[in-house]
């Protein structure tokens, strides 16, 4: 999928895209025109007890230490 937070970095051989939504997160590496070795996907999520739902995000998340207290990395797509 194509948003305003992903980010696509190519270097002739290998294709990465990072999502800023969920992260940052690695959400696809590939080598040009192949397939993610992530996973994809979608809009997959579990159900939790109080009734929302956790979303599934898959890739890889990319952290710094400490981390803010909700959790997210103190670090932005915009700094990568």
Request: hydrophobic share 30%; charged share 20%.
């Given at each position: 999928?194509?948003?305003?937070?992903?980010?696509?970095?190519?270097?002739?051989?290998?294709?990465?895209t990072?999502?800023?939504?969920?992260?940052?997160?690695?959400t696809?590496?590939?080598?040009?025109?192949?397939?993610?070795?992530?996973?994809?996907?979608?809009?997959?999520?579990?159900?939790?007890?109080?009734?929302?739902?956790?979303?599934?995000?898959?890739?890889?998340?990319?952290?710094?230490?400490?981390?803010?207290?909700?959790?997210?990395?103190?670090?932005?797509?915009?700094?990568?």
């Amino acid at each position: 999928t194509n948003s305003v937070n992903e980010h696509h970095l190519r270097d002739g051989n290998l294709e990465l895209t990072v999502s800023g939504k969920f992260g940052p997160r690695i959400t696809g590496i590939r080598l040009a025109g192949g397939t993610n070795v992530f996973a994809e996907l979608g809009d997959l999520s579990i159900p939790l007890p109080d009734g929302r739902r956790y979303r599934l995000a898959g890739g890889h998340r990319l952290w710094t230490a400490p981390e803010v207290p909700d959790g997210r990395s103190s670090l932005t797509v915009g700094q990568l």
